[in-house]
């Protein structure tokens, strides 16, 4: 395969991973559908809603096995909730990293402590031959694919 066709299949790869976090993160809901409550337009209306609620009924009764705009979870619930989602989110973001780099500080070491390592990387590949001031044969260029590909636009292919 082409350079350009396995830097699109690791874009497509990437965004695919990205949309599944994006998944696991919001329930898949790009807007406020999937709020209890009627306003849906924006938050603030939502969270006024709640609000309302709580005031007019004097307080929010506690129920963990449903949710609605008049009552809330129980400290227990929401704490099991929110481990549970933290531990979901780091296994998935963590998923297959070997050992050596399953934390922040060993992707840190790993690149060598450099807070600039995307100029440092782009300083470095500058300094490298253009492959048309090369001279080299018509298959090393073919192996190079469409160097004009645009990976941003197969990165959000992936996201859709």
Known sequence: MSLSTNVSSLAT??????KAHKVLINGNAADLSALTTTAKTDLVSAINEVVASISSSGSAAIDDTGTSSSSVWSSSKTDSSISSAVSAAVSGLVAAAP???????ELADALGDDANF????TTALASKAV???????AADAAAVGDTTT???TVFESGLS
């Open 13 to 18: 790869r990437i965004a695919t991973e990205l």
């Open 131 to 137: 492959i048309g001031t090369v001279s080299g044969t």
């Open 118 to 121: 995307a100029t440092t990387m």
């Open 150 to 152: 645009n990976f941003v």
């Open 99 to 105: 050992n050596t780099l399953d934390t922040l500080k």
